[in-house]
Structures are given as structure tokens and as C-alpha cells.
């Protein structure tokens, strides 16, 4: 099992809608939770963290929490083309696994927003 | 300028040959890291420095050794290429401070091609 899930994609929605994208992870001990965007050929950029459980808007984007259930998603309500790139789930290791000093990165989902 | 600058951009090499990446940051951030990205499977952590005297290896270490030359700067060397070493490589630095919400920032990425 890896340690950062991700469904690769591409995850294709039409203009204006949501996309919801999910992450599940397997380090019950991990704390903070990240969402990276990255464009092909760039590197990551961040979006939003989350580190308890529920919900955290920022503008468009929504990331949901569960640490009960070692997942966490982020939603864009209405998606525009420029959304289109790899979304990258990333979690602080457990207690003995580097804990918030490291990173571990799910292998993203490309999300492709069509007209 | 940007925070975390990545030399050189793009390079192309022969296998057996030595490469150095550097990487520069002017955040006065004291933790500094080494990724590289293949198609598929996300960012794998190569090293990883606390400081000048800390340095510790990551996940896929084989093949690659680091210098911290100053808190400001964090080098990646290829002893001896090899062309599955083929990939994108990102510097990412991290403030101490912050806790939980603190993430990593990435340079913009050296693409490496090894013949």
C-alpha cells in the first residue's frame, strides 16, 4: 500500500462545474495535509493546507479533512480551464517518520476543465 | 527574484559522467530538501538538511550525495550518471517556525537528461 493515494485521472469536468479530487493516507500519525498544483513542465505550487478535521474554504477551493478515516479532498466549485494540471496531495510524516519536517507526496491527479 | 533559484534549468549528459545541481534560496529558511519527479510516481525525497551540520537521506539516496555549503545553498551531485537518473529535480526549502501549517517551497526545477 503507498503511503499518499491519489487516482491518476485525468479527471475531466466541463466548465463550471465542481471537481473534486481525493486523497486517501496510510500514516495515522500524519498532521498536516497539503494541496500542491503544478503544471506540466513547473514546479509545485501550494493551494491550501488543512491540519483538523472539517472543512477550510478559500475562494473557489475547499479542502475536507477526515482523519478518522485517513482522508482528505479538495474540491473546485466553478472550475475554469486554467484549472486544468496535476493536483498533488501531500502529508506530514507520523512521529517516526520525520514527522512535520518531511513531506510525503501522492503521485497527483490530472484534472483536465473542457468549455 | 525568485525565492529559490534551480542551476542549471535543463542539462544533458552521458552516463558515467559527474553533474552537480545547485540550489539557492533567500527565504532564511534553515530546512532544504532534494525531489526528483518521474512520470507517475509523484516527487521522491533524495536528501534532506536541518542545517549546515545536519543531513540526512531520503528515500532514493543511491546514486546521489548533497554539500550544504551555507544555509543558503544546497547542492545535488551525481557521482557517475546513469540514464535512469533521467528525470525532473526540485529544491524545496521550509521555515523551522511555523509548526503544522508551515510547507515547503519549491525552486522551479532542473530537467536532467542522461544519454
Known amino acids: 500500500q503507498k503511503e499518499v493515494e491519489q487516482n491518476s485521472g485525468p479527471l475531466s469536468v466541463p466548465e463550471g462545474a465542481i471537481a473534486s479530487l481525493n486523497c486517501t493516507y496510510s500514516?495515522?500519525?500524519?498532521?498536516?495535509f497539503f494541496w500542491y498544483r503544478q503544471y506540466s513542465g513547473k514546479s509545485p505550487e501550494l493551494i491550501m493546507f488543512?491540519?483538523?478535521?472539517g472543512d477550510k474554504e478559500d475562494g473557489r477551493f475547499t479542502a475536507q479533512l477526515n482523519k478518522a478515516s485517513q482522508y482528505v479532498s479538495l474540491l473546485i466549485r466553478d472550475s475554469q480551464p486554467s484549472d486544468s494540471a496535476t493536483y498533488l496531495c501531500a502529508v506530514t510524516g507520523g512521529k517516526f517518520s520525520g514527522g512535520y519536517n518531511k513531506l510525503i507526496f501522492g503521485a497527483g491527479t490530472r484534472l483536465a476543465v473542457h468549455p | 527574484d525568485a525565492d529559490v533559484t534551480q542551476t542549471p534549468r535543463n542539462r544533458i549528459t552521458k552516463t558515467g559522467k559527474r553533474i552537480m545541481l545547485e540550489c539557492s534560496q533567500t527565504k532564511g529558511h534553515d530546512r532544504m530538501y532534494w525531489y526528483r519527479q518521474d512520470p507517475g510516481l509523484g516527487l521522491r525525497l533524495i536528501y534532506y538538511s536541518f542545517d549546515v551540520k545536519d543531513i540526512n537521506k531520503g528515500e532514493i539516496s543511491d546514486g546521489y550525495s548533497v554539500s550544504r555549503q551555507a544555509q543558503a545553498k544546497f547542492s545535488l551531485s551525481l557521482e557517475s550518471a546513469i540514464p535512469n537518473q533521467t528525470a525532473l529535480y526540485f529544491c524545496?526549502?521550509?521555515?523551522?517556525?511555523?509548526?503544522?501549517?508551515?510547507?515547503?517551497?519549491f525552486g522551479p526545477g532542473t530537467r536532467l537528461t542522461v544519454l
Open positions: 500514516d495515522q500519525g500524519s498532521q498536516s
Open positions: 488543512i491540519y483538523s478535521n
Open positions: 524545496a526549502t521550509r521555515s523551522s517556525s511555523g509548526g503544522l501549517a508551515d510547507t515547503q517551497y
